[in-house]
């Protein structure tokens, strides 16, 4: 029973730690870091509370040494996620009627855990797992997830709250239910936060899920894993699998209690699932909520009014943070000739002085990009630019697997404004600039709204407020998540609800009660406190000497 109002703790961004020399948290991650390379883990999938392992193993390495073997998980196949699907079903009605602060509690548990004892751990494991800096690990892994956890209870309360009027003599109450089904959590290999964050936004509403994570962050999902257990996650309520995506879409989209899907990877991937969710529309119990955020081509343009410092340090930062691996990465830059040669010093000047190797050497600002499929394809991009007279490389350019798989920093500068590196997704430390006369500012927002099919993030660049509000008006569809004088990466929860439209998504804003709305089905209830006992309304009634037989109202 529910004997009170409820209202949560109040949300606050987790404070970023330094990790500065001779802080405690830089001992205490470097000692995590020695411990996890010192065993080899053998991970498992997670399904109805059980860990199941079916000999079927893969090696996880870390991308920036690709020979060192970190551990092993256990593949599963197609029964393994039949089996995750009855788990969650099995049980969906006692999550589902557990009150709403009762699982509340489950999830501030797992801030509070993650804001201590489990921060160095999961920090590690993304360092090692996914090749992140010291820096980038503790604003993803740590600081984000936490943020997730808590400003994603107070959506929840704020959500409930949302009640209708009623009228005298009645009570009008809605409640928030969970879909019917189980939701298909599908999470990508860059962010922890996020492999965090869609299954638990889902299941905080009160459903259950079969998560599925990328093989590439499958070392730290594990640790997620043992998060939720420890925060009091109930059997079956997350269901962990690592399964083939077709094998696993195979099962998931042609079930019958198939709820929703809440994805974040590939816009071709997305496309595809959603096509294969409308052939199979007429299998389902409802209609499933299909919730995405995918790719990115993302923009900064800066005016000829722009601080050139200031629009090169936010390339710098906005393009080669976690290697360019952000959907949010800036990955095109429109320059006025004014500004050129300035910016380009400056950005050359930054590319200098970067360190690129093994995350456990905290001096390195550059990590190794994820696999040898993004290498290879970075790798050729960077190529085609040495050999095209359209292009020009003003840094970088160069690139190395032998150990990791390091991609340098490049820079291309494009004299085409449709050059292809202006146009397709690379998601990697490559950058393209071009440079247009300053007096075309308004020419090239027409450009920056229509290269693209994307439309995530951008940043415009201006110490002129008519070039701000010009900018801002122009590209009003060109991204979900727009920024004025500054990089357009770092959105924080509760500050900055992340998402974009277009082919970035369906823009339901990951960190905002926007996004929570999209895991309940509600169902409006009305109580009539003395219900009527005669059918007649009050217009039927006869007046005085009214004639009945003549207004038809008496008589056959």
């Known amino acids: 029973m529910s004997n009170g109002f409820f209202n949560v703790p109040t949300p606050i961004n987790e404070p970023v730690k330094s990790y500065a020399p001779g802080s405690k948290e830089r001992d205490e991650l470097q000692q995590m870091l020695r411990e996890l390379k010192q065993q080899q883990v053998d991970v498992p999938m997670y399904i109805g509370g059980q860990e199941v392992r079916t000999g079927n193993t893969q090696t996880i390495s870390p991308p920036h040494d690709h020979q060192y073997v970190l551990g092993h998980f256990h593949e599963g196949d197609a029964s393994h996620v039949t089996q995750a699907i009855e788990a969650a079903l099995a049980a969906r009605e006692q999550w589902a009627s557990l009150p709403w602060q009762q699982r509340a509690s489950i999830f501030l548990k797992a801030a509070e855990l ?9 920090n590690a494991a993304t360092m090692l797992g996914q090749s992140k800096n010291a820096y980038q690990a503790e604003i993803d892994a740590a600081c984000e997830l936490i943020d997730f956890f808590r400003f994603n209870v107070h959506y929840m309360q704020e959500l409930y709250k949302q009640q209708p009027q009623s009228a005298p003599g009645m009570w009008n109450y809605l409640e928030h239910r969970p879909l019917e089904g189980f939701v298909f959590a599908l999470t990508p290999f860059n962010f922890t936060s996020i492999a965090g964050n869609l ?20 070392y730290s999902a594990h640790v997620l894993m043992e998060l939720f257990q420890e925060a009091g996650v109930p059997d079956g ?29 590939s816009t071709g991937v997305f496309q595809n699932i959603w096509k294969t969710i409308g052939q199979n529309i007429h299998k389902y119990k409802s209609y499933p909520r299909i919730v995405g955020e995918t790719g990115g081509k993302d923009f900064i343009i800066a005016h000829s009014s722009a601080n050139a410092k200031q629009v090169a340090t936010a390339i710098t930062r906005g393009a080669f943070e976690y290697q360019g691996q952000k959907c949010s990465a800036a990955s095109r830059v429109y320059i006025p000739s004014n500004l050129y040669e300035e910016v380009k010093g400056y950005v050359q000047e930054d590319l200098k002085s970067f ?12 990590n190794a990009v994820i696999t040898e499929t993004s290498f290879d394809k970075l790798a050729k991009y960077i190529d085609g630019a040495k050999a095209d007279p359209d292009a020009e490389i003003i840094a970088g350019g160069n690139y190395d697997k032998s150990k990791g798989y390091f991609i340098e920093p490049t820079v291309i500068v494009a004299k085409d404004p449709k050059y292809v590196t ?9 950058l393209t600039m071009h440079v247009y006369e300053a007096d075309q500012f308004e020419e090239t927002l027409a450009l920056v709204d229509s290269t693209s099919p994307y439309a995530l993030t951008g940043a415009v660049f201006s110490r002129d407020r008519y070039a701000i ?26 500050q900055q609800p992340f998402g974009g439209a277009r082919a970035s998504g369906t823009n339901d804003k990951a960190g905002s009660l926007l996004n929570l709305l999209r895991w309940v089905s509600p169902r409006a209830i009305k109580e009539t406190f003395v219900p009527p006992v005669d059918y007649r309304y009050p217009f039927m009634g006869v007046e005085t000497g009214e004639d009945l037989n003549a207004t038809g109202q008496g008589g056959f």
């Open 422 to 430: 202006m146009c397709e997704e690379l998601f990697g430390p490559v």
């Open 114 to 122: 993650l804001a201590g004892p489990y921060r160095a751990r999961l």
């Open 237 to 265: 309520v997350i269901n962990l699998v690592y399964a083939d995506g077709p094998v696993a879409g195979e099962v998931i989209f042609n079930h019958r209690d198939f709820a929703g899907i809440h994805f974040t990877g």
């Open 199 to 218: 299954p638990t936004s889902v299941a905080m509403m009160g459903n259950v899920v079969v998560w599925k994570p990328a093989y590439a962050q499958i």
């Open 469 to 494: 509000d010009l900018a801002a008006k122009r590209l009003t569809n060109a991204a979900g998540n727009f920024y004025i004088n500054d990089k357009p990466t770092g959105a924080v929860v509760g």
């Open 355 to 366: 360190k690129m190797g093994d995350v456990e050497d905290f001096s390195n600002f550059i």
